[in-house]
């Protein structure tokens, strides 16, 4: 049981450059999520996925495109990598998003990737 | 609007002694409160959370926070400090109506000295 997995764990890229940071989930969970942390800022959200089919903006979507490709995997995309996209990106997943429970809300996160973008 | 503040950059306590993190939140209706720990190089790990019912809430290593509705609070605490607590601390609420999304505050930094 590997929880949230990610790939890669670090890229350099130029500037205009693009990429795809991969994300897999397998203990079931309905919900995935991207955030990027920068120092003194927390996690912004980037784009969820609150359950398969379906994706929404979070506080920061500029710059990215997501793809939620089946219920384990959800992947964030940078079409053309700013400088102002270097960052610590992170994957997590929880069980259900919203109303629905009253609980199982947690989010399980990946290890992260840390990108440069020179 | 959803928020949460986390008043303290850093926090430094002796081993042994008693630590409180702080944190402080703004949400409509009822809130879902979590705490996160983040060690060095890794992601986010999910401490504990306030759903409904008793106010203290333990979780895990020790840990436990204090609900308290009248003064928007969710402070984090262990009665006795490890150094292996020495970490990124982060809180986090979610409303439980609207948009359901999870907002988290800046972190705040914890050393334990030995």
């Known amino acids: 049981n590997a929880g949230v997995t990610q790939t890669p764990k670090f890229q350099v890229l130029k500037t205009g450059q693009s990429m795809t940071l991969q994300c897999a989930q397998d203990?079931?969970?309905?919900?995935m999520y991207w955030y990027r942390q920068d120092p003194g800022m927390g996690l912004r959200l980037i784009y969820y996925?609150?359950?398969?089919?379906?994706?929404d903006k979070g506080e920061v979507p500029n710059g990215y495109n997501v793809s939620r490709l089946n219920k384990r995997e959800f992947s964030l995309r940078l079409e053309s990598a700013a400088p102002s996209q270097t960052s610590v990106y992170f994957c997590?997943?929880?069980?259900?998003?919203?109303?629905?429970?009253?609980?199982?809300?947690?989010?399980?996160f990946g290890p992260g990737t840390r990108l440069t973008v020179l | 609007a959803q928020s949460v503040a986390q008043p303290e950059d850093q926090v430094n306590v002796a081993e042994g002694n008693p630590l409180t993190v702080k944190c402080t939140y703004s949400?409509?209706?009822?809130?879902?409160l979590f705490w996160y720990v983040q060690y060095p190089n890794r992601g986010l790990q999910f401490l504990l959370k306030y759903i409904t019912g008793d106010n203290l809430v333990k979780g895990s290593y020790g840990f436990e926070a204090e609900f308290n509705k009248s003064q928007t609070s969710f402070h984090l605490k262990k009665p006795s400090a490890l150094v292996s607590d020495s970490a990124l601390y982060f809180c986090a609420v979610r409303a439980n109506t609207g948009g359901f999304k999870t907002i988290f505050g800046a972190g705040t930094r914890l050393f334990v000295k030995a």
């Open positions: 949400v409509s209706g009822n809130p879902y």
């Open positions: 203990m079931n969970h309905n919900s």
């Open positions: 996925s609150a359950s398969e089919g379906t994706t």
């Open positions: 997590a997943s929880s069980k259900f998003w919203g109303s629905l429970t009253s609980g199982d809300n947690e989010q399980f």
